[in-house]
């Protein structure tokens, strides 16, 4: 159900000192930040499966690993033609630029995306949680080695903190879009993420249709990367 009397606790925020979703930002991504420029590249994945096929799209040379190869191909350029968007709008050409360009991009959104999960967090369970939330967040090893990681999994990450943090605020639509975004453009895996939200919406909610009509929708949205 929608969050019950959002105005009143939103009105009633304003009077009491807490950490805003906003302030929380600036700070996550500061940290996050850190991360793009000092963190290590911890998995050969992230070197070979990703960066090298980037610098061929980008520059038309790199190594190809036997999952890209026509023979296999089981891994799409979809992914890649994705986290491209940044370099080509900027139109970067100094590689080492471009390597920071790309991870500061992926700190940015880690930090959007806890923001938002920061947020619902605070409107639904008030300030205490909320911040020992934000506390954790901004504290963890695992974030900060995960935050600028070019990957799958971070991707769905990202996508996992905007479908609890929409399902918290009611925003089913948002929710489900996220789970299947997270599992068609990022790790297949993740769509088990989304086994308590169809618990919700189909037994606890009774909205079934609701819940296949957005689940094709978002299928259909996010499977044309592989076309």
Known sequence: KKLPNLYLRVMHMKYNSYLSPSSAFVILLFVRALSAFFSNISDCDETFNYWEPTHFLQYG?????WEYSPAYAIRSYGYL?????????????NKIACFYLLRVFLSTCCALCESYF???ILL???RDVALWSFAMLLGSCGMYISAAAYLPSSFSMYCAMVAVAAWLLGRYELAIFSVATSAVVGWPFSAALGIPLAVDLLVTQNRPLFFLLWS?????????RNN
Do not use: D, E, W
């Open 124 to 126: 639904r369970y008030g």
């Open 216 to 224: 094709c929708v978002s299928f259909m949205c996010t499977a044309v």
């Open 118 to 120: 920061y947020k619902a």
């Open 81 to 93: 033609f994705l986290h491209r968007i940044p370099l080509l709008f900027t139109n970067c050409t």
């Open 61 to 65: 040379s790199g190594f190809q690993t």
